[in-house]
């Protein structure tokens, strides 16, 4: 018998919950300036609480989202956030209460998948979730970048709220789009650009094609620069730190990316959660000047129901797989599934591969391979020529990339 019990939150308890979310993460209250924004962010049904003798323990949180999966198909969508256990309650199962509520909520109203992004990689994978895109952290002396190119429509820099409502659009429209991206909800906007913009100093630029195109906004990029050196060998240097950058077509990604590279009076040029297939090294004279700094998890991916998620996406033409999923806080996923050019369907049959949700999931979109998971010993294989096949399968064109942190 547990000594804590879970409950869904209401509105006068949201914000005891978010400061004890913001006290697993060693920061004080927020003040009410930022709870104005945070207070935005809680929907009704989707914050639960652990509570013992009367008082808040733990909490976890989720957002209402959309998910775009390989083929296009766009699936209900829960990104979770907000999760913490109080110190003085760790390692006595109040985060597997929570996490097995949340879980079980999340399916009963038809999400079909969760993702998270992990502050400690060693937690999730025991609640199912497992890694299923990354990321790239670059940084970019623009003092001897020599762009190639220049630009060939306009960018201009829009302020205040026009900027975000033109960010905001255009985002809608992007995205959901490569599978792992997401949708954004209300919310996000205002916590992360309107709240960010004011603080921060936040640059939106709008990118439009020539008149000889369609003329029309076609891309953005947020951005702010952090003040130092102009010369990067004189201290530190001022850094235009790349926030986020979402456009229609390649051209406008160049136009883009040679704008914030024509920046004066800047050192350096970072940019951070980047796809990985991005060639920004590309539009460069010397492509040394662009490092990689960081490859790093960004989506944690949970498959809420396997039978739903396995069949909303497309295969590529290869010979049969039957892969056999374990899960042990959503049973009902647990079974046998035969993988074919032309979907995926529940049987009775011997799996040929065993695996569990967690490592599933890492597989789902594309990211890593089964022949992978199976050297690393992740996945058991009783036909030898199983994960071969599974990952012709499963093989995608585009490395999955969600862009969204949260």
């Not at 989720?62 to 390692?91: E, K, M, Y």
């Not at 038809?110 to 990689?121: H, N, Q």
Request: with cysteine.
């Amino acid at each position: 018998m547990t000594d804590h019990d879970i409950r869904v939150l209401d509105d006068s308890q949201y914000r005891t919950a978010h400061t004890l979310f913001r006290g697993t993460l060693h920061h004080t209250a927020a003040p009410d300036d930022q709870w104005a924004f945070a207070r935005e962010s809680y929907d009704e049904g989707r914050a639960f609480g652990a509570f013992a003798d009367g008082e808040m323990i733990g909490t976890l949180q989720s957002f209402p989202s959309r998910l775009a999966v390989p083929g296009g198909a766009v699936l209900p969508h829960a990104a979770v956030s907000r999760v913490g256990v109080r110190a003085d309650w760790t390692r006595r199962g109040v985060l597997s209460a929570l996490q097995r509520a949340q879980l079980r909520a999340l399916r009963s109203a038809g999400d079909v998948i969760a993702t998270l992004r992990a502050s400690e990689t060693a937690i999730y994978g025991r609640y199912g979730y497992g890694v299923a895109t990354r990321y790239r952290a670059l940084r970019i002396d623009r003092l001897k970048a020599a762009p190639r190119t220049r630009p060939v429509g306009r960018v201009r820099l829009v302020e205040g709220e026009a900027g975000e409502r033109i960010a905001r659009g255009l985002f809608d429209e992007l995205s959901p789009g490569r599978a792992g991206t997401i949708a954004r909800w209300p919310a996000w906007w205002s916590l992360n650009v309107r709240r960010v913009a004011a603080e921060e100093n936040v640059k939106i630029a709008v990118r439009s094609g020539t008149s000889g195109t369609s003329g029309e906004d076609d891309g953005y990029v947020a951005f702010k620069v952090v003040p130092g050196s102009h010369d990067p060998n004189e201290g530190k240097p001022t850094t235009l730190m790349v926030l986020d950058l979402w456009a229609r077509n390649a051209e406008a990604w160049a136009d883009l990316w040679l704008f914030v590279l024509g920046i004066d009076l800047v050192a350096e040029i970072s940019a951070f959660g980047r796809p990985l297939d991005e060639p920004v090294q590309w539009l460069l004279g010397d492509r040394r000047a662009c490092r990689i700094v960081d490859e790093a998890d960004e989506t944690w991916l949970r498959l809420l129901d396997v039978p739903t998620a396995l069949a909303a996406r497309t295969y590529r033409q290869a010979e049969p797989v039957v892969l056999g999923v374990r899960d042990a806080y959503l049973p009902e996923n647990a079974g046998s599934y035969r993988i074919t050019a032309d979907g995926a369907t529940r049987v009775d049959d011997a799996p040929e591969l065993v695996l569990d949700v967690d490592v599933l999931a890492s597989a789902y979109l594309g990211d890593v391979s089964f022949t992978s998971l199976a050297t690393a010993r992740r996945l058991d294989a009783p036909t030898p020529t199983a994960p071969a096949r599974a990952d012709a399968l499963f093989a995608v064109s585009t490395p999955p990339w969600s862009g969204t942190y949260f």
